[in-house]
């Protein structure tokens, strides 16, 4: 998971404070071959509250990020 991890960290340049893989699930809904994983994201200012559009950004770049280095795809 060290290349999603490495992912996630360069797409969430902004607010991005911590990243923890909690889930792994190859089962039913999950295509063969594949799996689905699921990051615990702590997103965070020093200087001020964010809004949703901060939240919203930085996410946005995150899962580009993952679909451009890793092929991930959100399901």
């Known amino acids: 998971m060290g290349a999603l ?5 360069r797409g969430g340049k902004s607010f991005l404070k911590e990243v923890k893989l909690f889930d792994i699930y190859t089962g039913t809904g999950v295509p063969e071959g594949m799996k689905s994983v699921a990051f615990s994201l702590v997103l965070r200012a020093d200087d001020r ?3 949703g559009e901060d939240a919203d950004a930085d996410v946005k770049d995150i899962l580009a990020a ?3 280095d890793c092929g991930a795809k959100l399901r």
């Open 5 to 9: 991890e490495d992912a996630i960290r």
């Open 49 to 51: 509250s964010l809004t």
């Open 66 to 68: 993952l679909e451009a």
